[in-house]
Nanobody, 124 residues
Framework: QVQLVDTGGGLVQAGDSLRLSCTAS????????MGWFRQAPGKDREFVVG????????GYADSVKGRFTISRDNAKKTVYLQMDSLKPEDTAVYYC?????????????????WGQGTQVTVSS
């Protein structure tokens, strides 16, 4: 399995941007589909975005389309989440995730490894 460390969260104002990073250790990072989930207080953990192992295919939740961008650098074993035009409803703990395929990455049960989470707070 791959071990994941999430960084980059913080407190920002509505309309600001943040970039999250997730760095992996272990073998075969480039074989994994990667993604980001988030969990707001009192709510279930939800899929935000995923990216294929080679980086050519991405999928976004409707709530973040046009505002968030996922990318990956397999040489650095890192996946990024660029978040622009942040809204208060984006406030959550964000978790990096690794999975075996692009279908499984969309559900929590399909995730093989999780990052520890990083808090994103957007004030109005």
């Amino acid at each position: 399995q791959v071990q994941l460390v999430d960084t980059g969260g913080g407190l920002v104002q509505a309309g600001d941007s943040l970039r999250l990073s997730c760095t992996a250790s272990g073998r075969a990072f480039s074989n994994y589909v990667m993604g980001w989930f988030r969990q707001a207080p009192g709510k279930d953990r939800e899929f935000v975005v995923g990216i294929s192992s080679g980086g050519s295919i991405t999928g976004y939740a409707d709530s973040v389309k046009g505002r968030f961008t996922i990318s990956r650098d397999n040489a650095k074993k890192t996946v990024y989440l660029q978040m622009d035009s942040l809204k208060p409803e984006d406030t959550a703990v964000y978790y990096c995730a690794a999975s075996s395929n692009t279908v499984r990455i969309r559900t929590t049960r399909g995730v093989d490894s999780w990052g520890q989470g990083t808090q994103v707070t957007v004030s109005s």
